[in-house]
């Protein structure tokens, strides 16, 4: 910046090339001149920690890699989400104090942090705008283990966000009830990973809560492991997903992974609703893995055909979430 006119300098490249000619090599350089918002725009298409190294150039590069306009997201994709030891709430604190962090929309927790509620009181004090709270959804083996507690917790000291995902290791439906019943329909997004291990799944009655707190719902993910579970306990099954997609009109994405309670008669009134002209769906991405067994058959088959026909992204997969 310039200090006594008050103004941003653009950021200056310098570039220098060899010539080869028949007789001797000679260099010459030139320059151009990038303004900083060109600059953060650019940098706004690196991975986080891309933009840190290029923090490592110059001063002027470390400067521009500290825009709030580039961290909009702490999450897995900018290296923040890791299993390191080292990791505290503590310093996950002092870490979104940090001036660019000003603008977090998106935060996923590392593993080996101890929730609470003074310490979501924090995050809401130097996150205001934090729309999205991954509290160990997306670690396959091993996450925050959220508690009851802390989902309700969640729900009170973060207003603002509209996103969750968390794993039931140490979580049930109490926990996923009380949670979605005070967000109500500020939830836009549910990302639940069940445990076969626990033996913590999501049933249907917390489905129809969910349904009944949450009618704004866009996003629903419920995964669990591919290993083999007890069917004949309390699991998702097709009911709970009829209720879903009957009872939350503007619900555009939905995943299932290892779901194996639902089965095809499920998806058969899901075709129905698609083409039922006075049913108002907006599904659109759905996405399957793990269920191959669904549909098989020549059922199976015919209502997979119309699944693909009738909205926009369809991917059906052998192959589990994990």
């Known amino acids: 910046k310039n200090a006594a006119e008050g103004q941003t300098l653009p950021i200056r490249f310098h570039f220098v090339s060899e010539n080869h000619t028949d007789d001797a090599k000679s260099s010459s350089s030139a320059s151009i001149c990038l303004p900083e918002d060109t600059f953060h725009n650019v940098l706004g298409h690196l991975p986080g920690r891309d933009v840190v190294r290029s923090s490592l150039v110059d001063k002027a590069w470390l400067s521009a890699s500290r825009s709030p306009l580039l961290w909009t997201a702490l999450d897995q994709t900018s290296g923040f989400t890791n299993n390191s030891k080292k990791k505290n709430m503590t310093s996950v604190l002092q870490l979104l104090a940090r001036p660019q962090f000003a603008n977090l929309k998106s935060l996923a927790l590392p593993t ?5 509620k003074t310490s979501l009181k924090q995050i809401a004090k130097l996150c205001p ?10 670690h396959k083996f091993g996450g925050l283990h959220a508690k009851d507690s802390d989902l309700i917790d969640v729900a009170e000291e973060l207003p603002s966000l509209s996103v ?4 039931m290791w140490n979580a ?10 005070s967000m109500g329909g500020t939830l836009r997004g549910l990302r639940v990973q069940g445990d076969t291990i626990t ?8 489905m129809a809560t969910i349904v009944k707190s949450c009618p704004d719902l866009k996003e629903f993910e419920y995964v669990l492991s591919n290993y083999s579970y007890d069917t004949d306990w309390d699991c998702l099954g097709s009911g709970g ?20 309670n639902v089965s095809i008669d499920a998806f058969e009134i899901l075709v129905s609703l698609l083409e ?5 769906t907006n599904l659109r991405i759905l996405t399957i893995s793990g269920m191959d067994k669904v549909f098989e058959g020549e059922k199976g088959s015919r209502i997979k055909a119309r699944l693909e026909a009738l909205i926009d992204n369809v991917s059906i997969v052998k192959q589990g979430w994990w």
Not at 199 to 206: A, F, G, I, P, R
């Open 129 to 138: 705008g934090l729309e999205e709270l991954d509290l160990g959804y997306y």
């Open 164 to 167: 969750v995902g968390f794993d």
């Open 112 to 116: 080996n942090i101890k929730l609470g």
């Open 172 to 181: 049930n439906n109490f926990g996923v009830q009380a949670m979605v019943g």
């Open 199 to 206: 033996k913590h799944y999501l049933s249907d009655n917390t």
């Open 276 to 280: 039922d002209a006075d049913e108002e």
């Open 241 to 260: 997903v009829v209720a879903l997609v009957r009872g939350c009109r503007k619900l555009e994405r939905l995943t299932l992974s290892n779901a194996q």
